[in-house]
């Protein structure tokens, strides 16, 4: 599985779009890029996942790039709930398990 | 509600015991996996299930043992040749990918059990 890279630390105004970047450039085609979110001290949620194309859900949109080198992930409208350690994960769709390699994510810290 | 079930939320034991954290689903997901996180570190896999009676090592299986007799149960035992156990453990499940025809896969979490050696 490709390998991602994520800034250790973001902040962002409540209200405003929070945008989490990840770089995967070894990324190959049938890779998906997830997204995932931990509050502290609390189990990793679920937030999105895409291939190629852009996707959007109720809680974020993700922006994946047209090479699938890097990807961005937005929270349209960041509040002091959503201050979590976000993980970006890399992972070949259609393999017999869903094992996922979580790093150390980014830290985002929304502020009032 | 559907969802993972973790217990104990916090566990104490004494150097030299075993520890078994119980992890129950009922999503009727076939896999499930158990996920290690220290302070500051991000997830390591222990073990993972894709059926009944069935499992395999993660990245770091010395010191533990699983057991998979039920589809919605996998416990994770922590025994005394674990050489640091004190963490953070996650159970997680899945439906197994093959069931699903875009070939993602996506990760339900249970709340976690915070396990101290004194």
């Known amino acids: 599985d490709a390998k991602t890279t994520q800034p250790p630390s973001m902040d962002c105004a409540e209200g405003r779009a929070a945008n989490l970047p990840c770089n995967h450039s070894?990324?190959?085609?049938?890779?998906?890029v997830y997204w995932y979110r931990q509050i502290h001290s609390q189990g990793p949620q679920y937030i999105i996942h895409?291939?190629?194309n852009n996707e959007t859900n109720e809680m974020a949109s993700l922006i994946i790039t047209e090479d699938r080198k890097s990807s961005t992930l937005i929270l349209p409208h960041a509040t002091l709930r959503d201050t979590a350690v976000y993980y970006c994960i890399v992972k070949v769709g259609g393999t017999s398990y869903g094992k996922l390699t979580f790093g150390q994510g980014t830290i985002l810290t929304v502020h009032p | 509600d559907g969802g993972i079930t973790q217990s104990p939320k916090y566990l104490f034991r004494k150097e030299g015991q075993n520890v078994t954290l119980s992890c129950e689903q009922n999503l009727n997901h076939d896999a499930m996996y158990w996920y290690r996180q220290d302070p500051g570190q991000g997830l390591r896999l222990i073990y993972y299930?894709?059926?009944?009676?069935?499992?395999q090592k993660g990245d770091i299986a010395e010191g533990y043992s699983v057991s998979r007799e039920k589809k919605e149960s996998f416990p994770l035992t922590v025994t005394s040749a674990q050489k640091n156990p004190t963490a953070f453990y996650l159970c997680a499940s899945s439906i197994e990918t093959g069931r699903i025809s875009s070939g993602a896969n996506v990760l339900t979490f249970g709340a976690g059990s915070r396990l101290t050696v004194l």
């Open positions: 070894t990324i190959s085609g049938n890779e998906y």
């Open positions: 895409g291939l190629k």
């Open positions: 299930s894709q059926i009944v009676n069935d499992f």
